[in-house]
């Protein structure tokens, strides 16, 4: 886990591009619901696609969980933004290729915290 480099930067073009490419491989995403599978995982690619932002840089913090579980340091990680639903984000970073979950504070000073997982899985990460 690194910092993003300004050649790592990029528009929400090349982020859906990325978020594709890991929609269309298998996904660890569990089926949480009555539907089948494949119907279930469709409406949740949906939804993430919709959620999904102009990438910019952020500084996510992990939490004590992802410290304590994860091999995480108590240090922030650069990484990009790809997707939002209220408190909760999906985070990328470009040198591992890896998606992160993380939530944020709400109020005047946006602050991320990552949950600890993390994977080249788009969806299992969003959902958590």
Same mark, same amino acid.
């Given at each position: 886990m690194s910092n993003v480099r300004a050649h790592?930067?990029?528009?929400? $073009?090349?982020?859906?591009a990325i978020v594709e490419a890991s929609l269309s491989r298998?996904? +660890?995403t569990p089926n949480t619901s009555d539907l089948p599978e494949a119907v279930f995982l469709d409406a949740e690619k949906a939804k993430l696609r +919709?959620?999904?932002?102009?990438?910019?840089? %952020? %500084?996510a913090k992990p939490g004590t969980w992802a410290v304590e579980h994860c091999g995480f340091e108590k240090r922030g990680y650069h990484m990009l933004a790809f997707a939002r639903e209220g408190t909760t984000w999906l985070l990328y970073e470009p040198s591992s290729k890896n998606f992160y979950k993380a939530? =944020?504070?709400e109020g005047e000073k946006l602050e991320l915290f990552?949950? $600890?997982f993390? =994977?080249?899985?788009?969806?299992?990460?969003?959902r958590g």
């Open positions: 790592e930067r990029m528009n929400i $073009g090349e982020a859906r298998p996904t +660890s +919709s959620k999904l932002i102009e990438p910019f840089e %952020v %500084v939530w =944020s504070t990552l949950l $600890g993390y =994977s080249n899985d788009a969806l299992a990460e969003w």
